[in-house]
């Protein structure tokens, strides 16, 4: 039974590359169905992160707040550019924002986001290894 719930949501290629606890995870039940609601904003923020700058944004802000200035120095793009993507993160609830003085401070809204991520890396990006 739990075999085949795995099978069913997870491909077979991601299934050998799993530890213990990931399997784990991976058969505990999907809390469906989501509400039409929950399924909007579910698909707004999966929509707002689903850039690779803005991936790469989120990774610099890890765990912490960075400012624009840093985060721009750090991803390399210019700072008009950069402002617009997380304004769509932000706007989406993906994002945070704490302005300090001239400084605006930047940080995710939920650490969850980065396991979310991790998981589709290893789910997706696991096959071309």
């Known amino acids: 039974m739990v075999q085949s719930f795995i099978a069913s949501i997870v491909p077979q290629s991601a ?4 530890n213990p606890q990931q399997l784990t995870v991976a058969t505990r039940r999907l809390n469906l169905p989501f509400s039409d609601d929950q399924l909007e904003q579910t698909s707004r923020a999966m929509k707002a992160m689903s850039h690779p700058l803005r991936l790469k944004i989120i990774a610099v802000l890890d765990r912490q707040e960075v400012s624009v200035q840093d ?21 989406k609830g993906v994002l945070r924002t704490r302005r300090d003085a001239n400084r605006i401070y930047y940080r995710l809204g939920d650490l969850h986001t980065l396991t979310v991520l991790e998981m589709m890396r290893e789910v997706f990006c696991g096959f071309a290894e």
């Open 15 to 18: 299934q050998l590359r799993m």
């Open 71 to 91: 985060i721009v120095a750090q991803v390399g793009s210019s700072q008009s550019n950069i402002s617009q993507h997380l304004a769509v993160m932000r706007d």
